[in-house]
Protein backbone atom coordinates (compact mmCIF):
# COMPACT_ATOMS: atom_id res chain seq x y z
CA UNK A 1 0.00 0.00 0.00
CA UNK A 2 3.18 2.64 0.89
CA UNK A 3 4.69 1.47 -2.25
CA UNK A 4 1.92 2.13 -4.51
CA UNK A 5 1.20 5.88 -2.43
CA UNK A 6 4.68 6.66 -2.84
CA UNK A 7 4.53 5.77 -7.22
CA UNK A 8 1.34 7.46 -7.52
CA UNK A 9 2.75 10.68 -5.33
CA UNK A 10 5.78 10.37 -7.78
CA UNK A 11 3.58 9.59 -10.85
CA UNK A 12 1.93 13.30 -10.04
CA UNK A 13 4.99 15.12 -9.08
CA UNK A 14 7.02 14.16 -13.01
CA UNK A 15 3.24 15.29 -14.28
CA UNK A 16 3.36 18.42 -12.53
CA UNK A 17 6.78 19.00 -13.38
CA UNK A 18 6.64 18.43 -17.38
CA UNK A 19 3.03 20.45 -16.76
CA UNK A 20 5.46 23.43 -15.60
CA UNK A 21 8.24 23.45 -17.94
CA UNK A 22 5.92 22.72 -20.89
CA UNK A 23 3.50 26.10 -19.64
CA UNK A 24 6.67 28.04 -19.44
CA UNK A 25 8.24 27.08 -22.76
CA UNK A 26 5.12 28.48 -24.21
CA UNK A 27 5.51 31.48 -22.54
CA UNK A 28 8.80 31.77 -23.64
CA UNK A 29 10.36 31.74 -19.80
CA UNK A 30 11.85 28.59 -20.05
CA UNK A 31 14.46 27.02 -22.66
CA UNK A 32 13.52 24.23 -24.98
CA UNK A 33 15.84 21.18 -26.36
CA UNK A 34 15.49 21.76 -30.00
CA UNK A 35 16.12 18.51 -31.75
CA UNK A 36 18.22 18.63 -34.77
CA UNK A 37 16.99 19.18 -38.29
CA UNK A 38 17.67 16.16 -39.52
CA UNK A 39 15.06 14.69 -36.93
CA UNK A 40 12.82 17.62 -37.84
CA UNK A 41 12.44 16.34 -41.52
CA UNK A 42 11.38 13.26 -40.50
CA UNK A 43 8.71 14.30 -38.60
CA UNK A 44 7.26 16.23 -40.69
CA UNK A 45 7.57 13.86 -43.08
CA UNK A 46 5.46 11.27 -41.12
CA UNK A 47 2.93 13.99 -40.38
CA UNK A 48 2.44 14.24 -44.35
CA UNK A 49 2.68 10.59 -44.87
CA UNK A 50 -0.08 10.06 -42.37
CA UNK A 51 -1.88 13.39 -43.27
CA UNK A 52 -2.31 12.15 -46.88
CA UNK A 53 -2.70 8.66 -46.28
CA UNK A 54 -5.74 9.67 -44.49
CA UNK A 55 -6.96 11.10 -47.22
CA UNK A 56 -6.67 8.91 -50.02
CA UNK A 57 -7.90 5.95 -48.20
CA UNK A 58 -11.27 8.38 -47.19
CA UNK A 59 -11.67 8.75 -50.54
CA UNK A 60 -10.85 5.62 -52.12
CA UNK A 61 -13.55 4.37 -49.78
CA UNK A 62 -15.84 6.62 -51.39
CA UNK A 63 -14.63 5.76 -54.88
CA UNK A 64 -15.30 2.10 -54.55
CA UNK A 65 -18.58 2.59 -52.19
CA UNK A 66 -20.36 6.09 -52.90
CA UNK A 67 -23.25 5.08 -50.35
CA UNK A 68 -22.38 6.95 -47.00
CA UNK A 69 -24.54 4.43 -45.32
CA UNK A 70 -23.57 1.30 -46.03
CA UNK A 71 -19.28 2.85 -45.79
CA UNK A 72 -20.53 3.26 -42.23
CA UNK A 73 -21.94 0.00 -41.65
CA UNK A 74 -18.99 -1.82 -42.97
CA UNK A 75 -16.67 0.47 -40.48
CA UNK A 76 -18.57 -1.36 -38.08
CA UNK A 77 -18.47 -4.68 -38.97
CA UNK A 78 -14.90 -4.12 -39.15
CA UNK A 79 -14.60 -2.49 -35.73
CA UNK A 80 -16.88 -5.52 -34.40
CA UNK A 81 -14.61 -8.30 -36.50
CA UNK A 82 -17.42 -9.79 -37.88
CA UNK A 83 -17.95 -10.22 -42.30
CA UNK A 84 -19.69 -7.92 -44.25
CA UNK A 85 -22.94 -9.16 -45.57
CA UNK A 86 -22.45 -9.53 -49.30
CA UNK A 87 -24.26 -6.41 -50.80
CA UNK A 88 -26.37 -6.48 -54.55
CA UNK A 89 -24.49 -4.04 -56.71
CA UNK A 90 -26.34 -1.27 -58.59
CA UNK A 91 -25.48 -3.19 -61.73
CA UNK A 92 -26.97 -6.72 -60.61
CA UNK A 93 -30.41 -4.76 -58.96
CA UNK A 94 -30.68 -2.85 -62.32
CA UNK A 95 -30.63 -6.34 -64.29
CA UNK A 96 -32.94 -8.11 -62.31
CA UNK A 97 -35.72 -4.99 -63.05
CA UNK A 98 -34.68 -5.56 -66.27
CA UNK A 99 -35.07 -9.56 -66.69
CA UNK A 100 -38.15 -8.96 -64.70
CA UNK A 101 -39.55 -6.58 -66.84
CA UNK A 102 -38.69 -8.19 -70.32
CA UNK A 103 -40.84 -11.68 -68.94
CA UNK A 104 -43.89 -9.14 -67.66
CA UNK A 105 -43.93 -7.53 -71.26
CA UNK A 106 -43.13 -10.83 -72.68
CA UNK A 107 -39.38 -12.17 -73.56
CA UNK A 108 -40.03 -13.02 -77.35
CA UNK A 109 -41.17 -9.30 -77.80
CA UNK A 110 -38.27 -7.03 -79.55
CA UNK A 111 -38.36 -5.04 -76.32
CA UNK A 112 -38.31 -7.65 -74.14
CA UNK A 113 -35.25 -9.58 -76.02
CA UNK A 114 -33.33 -6.32 -75.52
CA UNK A 115 -34.14 -5.81 -71.95
CA UNK A 116 -32.62 -9.67 -71.21
CA UNK A 117 -29.77 -8.68 -73.39
CA UNK A 118 -29.01 -5.25 -71.53
CA UNK A 119 -29.95 -7.02 -68.50
CA UNK A 120 -27.64 -9.67 -68.94
CA UNK A 121 -24.75 -7.42 -69.52
CA UNK A 122 -25.90 -5.47 -66.24
CA UNK A 123 -25.14 -8.49 -64.56
CA UNK A 124 -21.89 -8.93 -65.62
CA UNK A 125 -20.80 -5.55 -65.29
CA UNK A 126 -22.05 -5.65 -61.93
CA UNK A 127 -20.24 -9.07 -60.86
CA UNK A 128 -16.92 -7.02 -62.92
CA UNK A 129 -17.58 -4.09 -59.93
CA UNK A 130 -18.02 -6.52 -57.45
CA UNK A 131 -14.78 -8.37 -57.97
CA UNK A 132 -13.07 -5.25 -58.49
CA UNK A 133 -14.02 -3.70 -55.09
CA UNK A 134 -12.70 -6.63 -53.11
CA UNK A 135 -9.33 -6.71 -54.85
CA UNK A 136 -9.11 -2.96 -54.61
CA UNK A 137 -10.06 -3.45 -50.59
CA UNK A 138 -7.43 -6.02 -50.16
CA UNK A 139 -4.61 -5.07 -52.17
CA UNK A 140 -5.10 -1.16 -51.44
CA UNK A 141 -6.88 -0.32 -48.64
CA UNK A 142 -5.79 -2.75 -46.13
CA UNK A 143 -2.30 -1.77 -46.33
CA UNK A 144 -3.17 1.85 -45.87
CA UNK A 145 -5.41 1.20 -42.88
CA UNK A 146 -2.90 -1.05 -42.00
CA UNK A 147 -0.30 1.53 -41.63
CA UNK A 148 -2.37 4.18 -39.98
CA UNK A 149 -3.81 1.65 -37.07
CA UNK A 150 -0.27 -0.11 -36.69
CA UNK A 151 2.75 1.95 -37.70
CA UNK A 152 1.53 5.50 -37.25
CA UNK A 153 -0.11 4.84 -33.62
CA UNK A 154 3.46 2.83 -32.72
CA UNK A 155 5.34 6.03 -34.20
CA UNK A 156 2.76 8.67 -32.49
CA UNK A 157 3.36 6.74 -29.06
CA UNK A 158 7.05 6.95 -29.16
CA UNK A 159 6.88 10.52 -30.20
CA UNK A 160 4.86 11.35 -27.08
CA UNK A 161 7.40 9.28 -24.58
CA UNK A 162 9.93 11.81 -26.82
CA UNK A 163 8.08 14.79 -25.70
CA UNK A 164 8.19 13.75 -22.36
CA UNK A 165 11.82 12.53 -21.94
CA UNK A 166 12.19 16.69 -23.43
CA UNK A 167 10.28 17.79 -20.89
CA UNK A 168 11.93 15.82 -18.63
CA UNK A 169 15.08 17.02 -19.45
CA UNK A 170 14.57 20.38 -19.71
CA UNK A 171 13.31 20.74 -16.70
CA UNK A 172 16.15 19.03 -14.96
CA UNK A 173 18.73 21.77 -16.90
CA UNK A 174 16.26 23.95 -15.02
CA UNK A 175 16.87 22.97 -11.32
CA UNK A 176 20.74 22.58 -12.49
CA UNK A 177 20.87 26.45 -13.40
CA UNK A 178 19.10 27.23 -10.05
CA UNK A 179 20.53 25.43 -8.13
CA UNK A 180 23.97 27.25 -9.10
CA UNK A 181 22.35 30.22 -9.04
CA UNK A 182 22.07 29.13 -5.20
CA UNK A 183 25.27 28.27 -4.95
CA UNK A 184 27.02 31.31 -5.78
CA UNK A 185 25.01 32.87 -3.00
CA UNK A 186 25.46 29.91 0.00
CA UNK A 187 28.08 27.14 0.25
CA UNK A 188 24.75 25.18 1.75
CA UNK A 189 23.10 24.42 -1.82
CA UNK A 190 26.36 22.29 -3.06
CA UNK A 191 24.68 19.28 -2.33
CA UNK A 192 21.60 20.74 -4.23
CA UNK A 193 23.79 20.82 -7.32
CA UNK A 194 25.15 17.30 -7.13
CA UNK A 195 21.44 16.25 -6.73
CA UNK A 196 20.50 18.18 -9.90
CA UNK A 197 23.51 17.12 -11.92
CA UNK A 198 22.93 13.40 -11.37
CA UNK A 199 19.71 13.79 -12.45
CA UNK A 200 20.26 15.16 -15.54
CA UNK A 201 22.88 12.88 -16.70
CA UNK A 202 19.89 10.11 -16.39
CA UNK A 203 17.40 12.46 -18.36
CA UNK A 204 19.72 13.00 -21.14
CA UNK A 205 20.74 9.61 -21.23
CA UNK A 206 17.05 8.55 -21.26
CA UNK A 207 16.54 11.55 -24.18
CA UNK A 208 19.44 10.51 -26.21
CA UNK A 209 17.92 6.68 -26.09
CA UNK A 210 14.37 7.33 -26.69
CA UNK A 211 15.31 9.95 -29.64
CA UNK A 212 17.07 7.14 -31.28
CA UNK A 213 14.05 4.55 -31.03
CA UNK A 214 11.80 7.15 -32.64
CA UNK A 215 14.25 8.18 -35.12
CA UNK A 216 14.48 4.58 -35.89
CA UNK A 217 10.58 4.33 -36.70
CA UNK A 218 10.33 7.57 -38.24
CA UNK A 219 13.38 6.38 -40.96
CA UNK A 220 10.46 3.01 -41.69
CA UNK A 221 9.03 5.81 -43.40
CA UNK A 222 10.61 5.20 -46.41
CA UNK A 223 9.65 1.84 -46.27
CA UNK A 224 6.21 2.33 -45.60
CA UNK A 225 6.52 4.67 -48.61
CA UNK A 226 8.11 2.07 -51.04
CA UNK A 227 4.99 -0.52 -49.77
CA UNK A 228 2.27 1.81 -50.33
CA UNK A 229 4.00 2.32 -54.49
CA UNK A 230 3.38 -1.28 -54.82
CA UNK A 231 -0.37 -1.55 -53.62
CA UNK A 232 -1.00 1.51 -55.47
CA UNK A 233 0.48 -0.65 -58.71
CA UNK A 234 -1.83 -3.48 -57.61
CA UNK A 235 -4.83 -0.72 -57.10
CA UNK A 236 -4.27 0.51 -61.13
CA UNK A 237 -3.38 -2.87 -62.05
CA UNK A 238 -7.15 -4.04 -60.71
CA UNK A 239 -8.54 -0.93 -62.40
CA UNK A 240 -7.51 -1.39 -65.29
CA UNK A 241 -8.80 -5.04 -65.66
CA UNK A 242 -11.98 -4.00 -64.61
CA UNK A 243 -12.40 -0.80 -67.19
CA UNK A 244 -10.90 -3.34 -69.65
CA UNK A 245 -14.21 -5.95 -68.60
CA UNK A 246 -16.68 -3.51 -68.92
CA UNK A 247 -15.67 -2.25 -72.05
CA UNK A 248 -15.49 -6.16 -73.82
CA UNK A 249 -18.88 -6.63 -72.22
CA UNK A 250 -20.32 -3.14 -73.81
CA UNK A 251 -18.74 -4.00 -77.07
CA UNK A 252 -20.21 -7.50 -77.48
CA UNK A 253 -24.01 -5.63 -75.97
CA UNK A 254 -23.51 -3.25 -78.49
CA UNK A 255 -23.05 -6.22 -81.60
CA UNK A 256 -25.96 -7.72 -80.05
CA UNK A 257 -28.17 -4.95 -80.28
CA UNK A 258 -26.87 -4.39 -83.54
CA UNK A 259 -28.11 -7.17 -85.00
CA UNK A 260 -31.76 -6.56 -83.62
CA UNK A 261 -31.64 -2.78 -84.42
CA UNK A 262 -31.00 -3.61 -87.99
CA UNK A 263 -33.78 -6.07 -88.55
CA UNK A 264 -35.83 -3.10 -86.55
CA UNK A 265 -34.30 -0.99 -89.46
CA UNK A 266 -34.90 -3.39 -92.35
CA UNK A 267 -38.63 -3.38 -91.33
CA UNK A 268 -38.99 0.05 -91.34
CA UNK A 269 -36.74 2.00 -93.61
CA UNK A 270 -34.99 -0.21 -95.82
CA UNK A 271 -37.29 -1.44 -98.98
CA UNK A 272 -37.25 -5.52 -99.17
CA UNK A 273 -37.48 -6.98 -102.69
CA UNK A 274 -40.65 -8.81 -102.03
CA UNK A 275 -42.39 -5.29 -101.48
CA UNK A 276 -41.61 -4.09 -104.29
CA UNK A 277 -43.47 -6.68 -106.58
CA UNK A 278 -46.76 -7.26 -104.48
CA UNK A 279 -49.39 -10.19 -105.65
CA UNK A 280 -51.67 -9.39 -108.93
CA UNK A 281 -54.25 -10.26 -107.10
CA UNK A 282 -53.97 -7.72 -104.40
CA UNK A 283 -56.30 -4.55 -104.62
CA UNK A 284 -55.44 -1.28 -103.83
CA UNK A 285 -56.75 0.38 -100.38
CA UNK A 286 -59.91 3.06 -101.18
CA UNK A 287 -58.23 6.54 -101.82
CA UNK A 288 -60.05 7.82 -99.15
CA UNK A 289 -58.36 5.19 -96.61
CA UNK A 290 -55.01 5.92 -98.37
CA UNK A 291 -55.33 9.92 -97.48
CA UNK A 292 -55.84 9.24 -94.49
CA UNK A 293 -52.85 7.71 -93.59
CA UNK A 294 -49.48 9.25 -92.50
CA UNK A 295 -47.05 9.36 -94.72
CA UNK A 296 -43.62 7.18 -93.55
CA UNK A 297 -40.33 7.56 -95.10
CA UNK A 298 -38.51 4.89 -96.35
CA UNK A 299 -35.36 4.70 -98.58
CA UNK A 300 -35.60 4.48 -102.27
CA UNK A 301 -34.66 0.41 -103.83
CA UNK A 302 -33.11 0.93 -106.70
CA UNK A 303 -34.22 -1.16 -109.44
CA UNK A 304 -32.90 -4.65 -109.82
CA UNK A 305 -29.99 -4.73 -112.29
CA UNK A 306 -31.25 -6.84 -115.36
CA UNK A 307 -30.10 -10.55 -115.37
CA UNK A 308 -28.92 -10.69 -112.05
CA UNK A 309 -30.98 -12.02 -109.22
CA UNK A 310 -31.18 -10.44 -106.42
CA UNK A 311 -29.98 -13.17 -103.98
CA UNK A 312 -26.69 -12.45 -105.53
CA UNK A 313 -26.52 -8.45 -105.88
CA UNK A 314 -24.88 -8.16 -102.85
CA UNK A 315 -21.97 -10.27 -104.01
CA UNK A 316 -21.06 -8.95 -107.61
CA UNK A 317 -21.78 -5.38 -105.68
CA UNK A 318 -18.89 -2.73 -107.00
CA UNK A 319 -20.48 0.36 -105.17
CA UNK A 320 -18.56 2.64 -107.15
CA UNK A 321 -20.40 1.55 -110.69
CA UNK A 322 -23.47 2.08 -108.87
CA UNK A 323 -25.61 4.94 -109.17
CA UNK A 324 -27.81 6.66 -106.83
CA UNK A 325 -31.83 7.09 -108.01
CA UNK A 326 -32.76 10.11 -109.25
CA UNK A 327 -34.63 10.91 -106.22
CA UNK A 328 -35.59 10.02 -102.89
CA UNK A 329 -32.19 9.55 -101.47
CA UNK A 330 -31.91 10.02 -97.35
CA UNK A 331 -29.37 12.12 -95.10
CA UNK A 332 -28.07 10.44 -92.18
CA UNK A 333 -25.52 11.13 -89.32
CA UNK A 334 -22.53 8.92 -88.40
CA UNK A 335 -22.94 8.07 -85.07
CA UNK A 336 -19.50 6.39 -84.58
CA UNK A 337 -16.46 6.12 -85.98
CA UNK A 338 -16.32 2.96 -88.61
CA UNK A 339 -13.31 1.75 -90.48
CA UNK A 340 -14.32 0.11 -94.08
CA UNK A 341 -12.77 -3.51 -94.02
CA UNK A 342 -12.45 -3.63 -97.70
CA UNK A 343 -12.50 -1.34 -100.69
CA UNK A 344 -16.21 -1.90 -101.38
CA UNK A 345 -16.93 0.16 -97.61
CA UNK A 346 -16.95 3.21 -96.70
CA UNK A 347 -15.03 4.90 -93.55
CA UNK A 348 -16.90 7.18 -91.15
CA UNK A 349 -16.46 9.48 -88.88
CA UNK A 350 -18.62 10.74 -86.47
CA UNK A 351 -21.16 13.57 -86.76
CA UNK A 352 -20.21 14.09 -90.48
CA UNK A 353 -23.67 13.49 -92.66
CA UNK A 354 -23.85 11.22 -95.68
CA UNK A 355 -26.25 10.06 -98.14
CA UNK A 356 -27.98 6.85 -98.47
CA UNK A 357 -30.37 4.60 -99.89
CA UNK A 358 -30.34 0.77 -100.55
CA UNK A 359 -30.19 -2.03 -103.30
CA UNK A 360 -32.36 -4.87 -103.66
CA UNK A 361 -30.97 -8.18 -102.39
CA UNK A 362 -28.46 -6.23 -99.68
CA UNK A 363 -27.73 -7.41 -96.31
CA UNK A 364 -30.87 -5.34 -94.10
CA UNK A 365 -28.03 -3.74 -92.18
CA UNK A 366 -26.21 -2.13 -94.92
CA UNK A 367 -26.94 0.97 -97.11
CA UNK A 368 -24.95 2.49 -99.83
CA UNK A 369 -23.62 5.71 -98.47
CA UNK A 370 -22.03 8.31 -100.31
CA UNK A 371 -19.94 11.57 -99.46
CA UNK A 372 -18.92 13.42 -102.48
CA UNK A 373 -16.68 11.58 -105.05
CA UNK A 374 -16.34 8.70 -102.58
CA UNK A 375 -19.12 5.67 -102.26
CA UNK A 376 -19.71 2.29 -100.48
CA UNK A 377 -20.98 0.28 -97.56
CA UNK A 378 -21.90 1.30 -94.44
CA UNK A 379 -23.44 -0.46 -91.50
CA UNK A 380 -26.88 0.95 -90.56
CA UNK A 381 -25.93 0.82 -86.76
CA UNK A 382 -23.38 3.32 -87.28
CA UNK A 383 -25.97 5.60 -88.58
CA UNK A 384 -28.80 8.18 -87.63
CA UNK A 385 -31.43 8.05 -90.00
CA UNK A 386 -32.82 11.41 -91.04
CA UNK A 387 -36.21 12.44 -92.24
Not at 64 to 84: G, I, M, T
Amino acid sequence: MDFNVKKLASDAGVFFSRAMQFTEEKLGQAEKTELDAHFENLLARADSTKNWTEKILRQTEVLLQPNPSARVEEFLYEKLDRKVPSRVTNGELLAQYMTEAANDFGPGTPYGKTLIKVGETQRRLGAAERDFIHSASINFLTPLRNFLEGDWRTISKERRILQNRRLDLDACKARLKKAKAAEAKAALWSDEVEKAEHELRLTQTEFDRQAEVTRLLLEGISSTHVNHLRCLHEFVESQTNYYAQCYQYMLDLQKQLGSSKGEIFSGTFVGNAESTSPPAAATSPPAVAAATLPAVPTIPVVPTIVGVPNTVAESVLNPNEVKPPASGTRKARVLYDYEAADSTELALLADEMITVYSLPGMDPDWLIGERGNQKGKVPVTYLELLS
